[in-house]
């Protein structure tokens, strides 16, 4: 780590030291090094290789179900062979050492977090693994297992309702509690972290925004330039699982 992310490290300390409560928001970048490909990584990434809004989308489901079925199921059996890495263990040991004073918000849906031991995670984009009806249930739907063939989704016998991932996609509005919970957090806190994340995707980056115009002190920790450091007062260069540890020592 270079002398200057050092300097700007201790000033983060610093913030972190005097805040009354510290608001986090993760992005797919702190789960990088877990081994789960981020959306923008484009050597791997999944926004790479497919259009996003067909396969994170009610339409893209809807018109290739299959493809969109599979897709999550890799990503899930993905999540079989991973564990969190030193950046999550990091936030959930600050969290548990300082109760009340830390509130994770993440737009991931890998669970890796929680996996960690952080506390009351309000995860913002649902969970991967999980599954809900697609459309409404029929008196059948939940009373027998649902049955997939060929690659196909589950679907339910009598009404031919699919199950699809319990996961937010693109154009569906977010859980009301956790957004609501969310933004609580970034209008209270005098700080807010944003961890891993380009910030391109809302209302998720806007918390960060909500959190500015409060006047908290915005640090971004991430390898690269995103979409918040115009609104940054630190930006922390550098991975999670090296900054993290780092930052809550
Ligand atoms: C909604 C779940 C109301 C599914 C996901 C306002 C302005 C503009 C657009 C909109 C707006 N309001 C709504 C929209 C539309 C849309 C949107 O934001 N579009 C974008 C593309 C412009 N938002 C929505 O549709 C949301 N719904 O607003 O409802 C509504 C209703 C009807 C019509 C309109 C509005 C719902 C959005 C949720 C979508 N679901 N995930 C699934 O996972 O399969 S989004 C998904 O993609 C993630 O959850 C995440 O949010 C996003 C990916 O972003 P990142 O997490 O930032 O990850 P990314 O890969 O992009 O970047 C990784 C970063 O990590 C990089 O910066 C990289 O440098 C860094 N990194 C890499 N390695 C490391 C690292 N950092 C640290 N350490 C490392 N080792």
Do not use: K
């Given at each position: 780590?270079?002398?200057?992310?050092?300097?700007?490290?201790?000033q983060v300390r610093q913030w972190l030291e005097q805040a009354k409560h510290v608001a986090v928001l993760t992005g797919a970048g702190v789960s990088a090094e877990s081994g789960?490909?981020?959306?923008?990584?484009?050597?791997k990434g999944y926004w790479a290789e497919f259009d996003v809004q067909d396969m994170a989308s009610v339409s893209g489901y809807r018109s290739n179900p299959a493809r969109v079925w599979q897709w999550y199921s890799e990503r899930r059996e993905l999540m079989l062979?991973?564990?969190?890495?030193?950046g999550h263990t990091a936030l959930a040991s600050y969290a548990q050492q300082h109760p009340g004073k830390l509130t994770l918000v993440t737009q991931n849906v890998d669970g890796l977090h929680e996996r960690a031991g952080s506390p009351h995670v309000?995860?913002?984009?649902?969970?991967?693994?999980?599954?809900?009806?697609?459309?409404?249930?029929?008196?059948m739907c939940d009373a027998q297992a649902a049955l997939s063939a060929g690659g196909?989704?589950?679907?339910?016998?009598?009404?031919?309702?699919?199950?699809?991932?319990?996961?937010?996609?693109?154009?569906?509005?977010?859980?009301?509690?956790?957004?609501?919970?969310?933004?609580?957090?970034?209008?209270?806190?005098?700080?807010?972290?944003?961890?891993?994340?380009?910030?391109?995707?809302?209302?998720?980056?806007?918390?960060?925004?909500?959190?500015?115009?409060?006047g908290a002190k915005i640090v971004i920790i991430n390898p690269d330039d995103t979409e918040l450091d115009g609104i940054a007062d630190v930006c922390l260069k550098g991975t999670s699982a090296q900054i993290l540890p780092e930052l809550f020592l």
């Open positions: 780590m270079n002398s200057q992310t050092q300097t700007a490290m201790q789960v490909p981020t959306f923008r990584d484009t050597q062979h991973v564990q969190p890495n030193p309000i995860a913002l984009h649902g969970e991967l693994m999980g599954n809900c009806w697609l459309n409404d249930a029929c008196p196909q989704p589950p679907q339910c016998s009598a009404c031919g309702n699919m199950l699809r991932p319990a996961v937010v996609w693109f154009g569906e509005n977010l859980p009301a509690q956790a957004l609501q919970d969310a933004e609580a957090a970034a209008q209270q806190c005098d700080l807010m972290l944003a961890i891993g994340t380009t910030g391109a995707v809302y209302p998720a980056a806007g918390l960060v925004f909500q959190a500015h115009q409060r």
